[in-house]
């Protein structure tokens, strides 16, 4: 009889920065839900804007309008995220790299995610985003986009 091994996944090295976009997939269930759960617990270190602290919320509580079967309570879900991941706070710095990020269709807000997983340097290992704006952003800056469907 043969048991299977519950091995934990693989390590990432660097940091992985994780966007609204992929955040709000773990607490409103969407065919890339799982998806991304199972590449965001390879990382053990993760950050994220204090913007998300305002975009994660109020997306749920939209979500929760528009679709409250998909959303799950996740209230500690929400708590276990914002509490570890590193919070990049809004610099003055951040502030004047979001002005120039490019192309110049990118939204303000996600303008601040590109500036902020920039402002990682060389720790950063890539961008968790469902944005396609913001994707394009980021591969201009040639950083790598993390998606799973």
């Known amino acids: 009889m043969s048991i299977a091994s519950a091995e934990p996944p693989a390590q990432r090295a660097g940091i992985l920065y994780v966007d609204t976009s992929a955040l709000l997939k773990l607490l409103v269930r969407e065919a890339e839900s799982t998806a991304i759960e199972a590449e965001l617990v390879q990382w ?8 998300t602290e305002v975009e994660l919320p109020r997306a749920v509580a939209r979500a929760r309008e528009e679709r409250p079967e998909a959303v799950i309570d996740g209230s500690l879900v929400l708590q276990g995220i914002i509490a570890s991941a590193a919070i990049i706070e809004l610099s003055d710095d951040i502030v004047t790299a979001a002005r120039s990020v490019e192309p110049i269709y990118v939204g303000a807000l996600d303008a601040i995610h590109v500036a902020s997983a920039l402002s990682l340097d060389r720790e950063l290992a890539g961008v968790a985003t469902y944005d396609h704006r913001m994707a394009d952003a980021l591969t201009g800056a040639h950083v790598r986009v993390i998606a799973p469907a």
């Not at 053990?44 to 913007?51: D, F, G, R, Y």
């Open 44 to 51: 053990p270190n993760l950050a994220t804007s204090v913007v």
